[in-house]
């Protein structure tokens, strides 16, 4: 087995050198399990970086081992950033860097004078869902049905594409919280769930006007989806587009990502708030 990496020596910089450009290319196929078509490749991450994007890595020694890759965008008329990519090498994982690659993002960011930061992640892999909500403070209400086609590309996500557009307001009290260590806390007045994780580990779909009866609304998922069999990933893929989709189109944004433990297994839990005027 190979010794534990030495976190404390690990530097987060920016990736300027072609080479350390280079290493970004092959770490999207580490991650992912990209071919090489998909790749973002060097050219296209110059030439972002010289119009306004930001390009950060997570460096041992002169290995790159992580990076975080976004660029300037627009959203509902306002200048924003989007990122696009966030990857760590396997070994590396669960050192805190991906929170700090990200927290060098944010600096950036807050530098160029942008509050918002958004970007999409599969809203069934529950360590993106924690990393997200729980770690990083972001709120969301726009969900995409196969954002990038049917053919999902990588090994990650291997049922469709579907994903959930995030906003993180960098500036915003619920960002500075978050970072800063305080977790959100639940709502005591949630309503039952609208999709639920079964003994099995299956989804069943509960009643969609009881679900959504109270200001909280409840989507659950497994805490590795990938660990169940196709056929009961596609039916959680189903289950969950129909709740993201049709609480969405009620008036409730996806506010928080907590997790708790149902006798011997984890489960996550979305919890969706309703919009108030002054949201929109
Ligand atoms: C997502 C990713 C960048 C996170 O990097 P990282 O350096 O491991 O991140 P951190 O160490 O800062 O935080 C990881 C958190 O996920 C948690 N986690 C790990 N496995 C988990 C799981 N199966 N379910 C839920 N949470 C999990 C960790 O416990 C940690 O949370 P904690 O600090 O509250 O304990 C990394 O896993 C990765 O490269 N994944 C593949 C590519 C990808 O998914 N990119 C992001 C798309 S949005």
């Known amino acids: 087995m190979s010794a534990a990496p030495e976190i404390s020596d690990i530097t987060i910089r920016e990736i300027n050198e072609f080479a350390e450009i280079r290493a970004v290319e092959e770490l999207q196929k580490e991650a992912w399990g990209l071919p090489d078509l998909d790749v973002v490749p060097l050219t296209q991450l110059v030439a972002a970086k010289e119009a306004g994007g930001v390009l950060i890595g997570a460096f041992d020694g002169e290995m790159l081992v992580g990076f975080v890759y976004g660029f300037p965008s627009f959203e509902r008329g306002e200048l924003a950033h989007h990122s696009h990519m966030l990857a760590v090498k396997p070994a590396y994982r669960n050192y805190d860097l991906g929170r700090r690659l990200k927290l060098a993002q944010r600096e950036h960011v807050i530098a160029q004078g942008i509050d918002l930061i958004s970007w999409t992640y599969d809203p069934l892999q529950s360590l993106n869902a924690h990393f997200n909500f729980g770690k990083l ?42 970072i800063s260590g305080i977790s959100y806390s639940s709502p005591s007045n949630l309503g039952p769930p609208l999709v639920q994780v079964e003994a099995d580990d299956s989804s069943r779909r509960n009643d969609f006007a009881e679900g959504l009866a109270q200001d909280h609304a409840v989507i659950e998922i497994p805490s590795n ?18 709740a993201f989709t049709e609480a969405l189109k009620a008036g409730y944004f996806v506010d928080a990502f907590v997790r708790e433990t149902r006798g011997d297994k984890r489960i996550g839990k979305y919890i969706l708030s309703r919009k108030k005027a002054q949201d929109d």
């Open 225 to 242: 989806i990938d660990a169940l069999p196709r056929e009961t990933g596609l039916r959680w893929r189903e289950d969950t587009r129909w």
């Open 137 to 178: 403070g972001v709120l969301a209400d726009r969900y995409f049905l196969n954002f990038y086609g049917e053919d999902a590309a990588s090994f990650l996500h291997q049922t469709g594409t579907d994903r959930l557009w995030v906003s993180w307001l960098v500036s915003s009290e619920r960002v500075k919280e978050r």
